[in-house]
């Protein structure tokens, strides 16, 4: 690898509502949050995730953790991170630099999630997200 060369940069997910009462205004969030993604600089794609417990996944890659933050801090998405304090009892978070342009499988962002990510911020948080032990995620069949 070339010192100095950008590398893909990955960022992946996980909320869990604490009440279905939050799910409509919480996806209603996430369709908007991914239309803006998808138009941004520097975007190379983006993949959701919802499970029947209220779990909800992300996966982002980027060209470089730059545009992921310039995303990440601006629109609708910047607008939504608040509210998750609220509605989640569970939240995690991973970022990682690779260099395939592809998303990761499923099994490799909870894999990254367990062992290098970090919960975030909330409210109520339940005993997973204190010690990030994430069940796996609940792939459509």
């Not at 604490?18 to 908007?32: C, E, N, R, T």
């Not at 992300?58 to 910047?78: C, L, N, P, Y």
Request: include cysteine; glycine fraction near 4%.
């Amino acid at each position: 690898m070339c010192k100095g060369k950008r590398m893909p940069f990955v960022s992946v997910t996980r909320a869990h509502l604490s009440s279905p009462l939050f799910v409509d205004a919480f996806l209603a969030d996430v369709v908007a949050s991914n239309a803006q993604a998808l138009a941004a600089r520097g975007n190379l794609g983006t993949e959701l995730l919802g499970e029947d417990t209220h779990a909800y996944w992300t996966k982002s890659i980027w060209v470089d953790q730059t545009t992921m933050r310039e995303f990440m801090s601006s629109g609708r998405h910047a607008e939504a991170m608040p509210r998750l304090r609220k509605w989640c009892d569970e939240a995690a978070v991973v970022h990682w630099e690779q260099d395939s342009e592809e998303l990761p499988s499923w099994t490799e962002a909870h894999r990254r999630l367990v062992s290098e990510g970090r919960p975030s911020a909330v409210e109520q948080p339940s005993p997973v997200n204190q010690s990030v032990e994430i069940p796996s995620p609940v792939l459509p069949a």
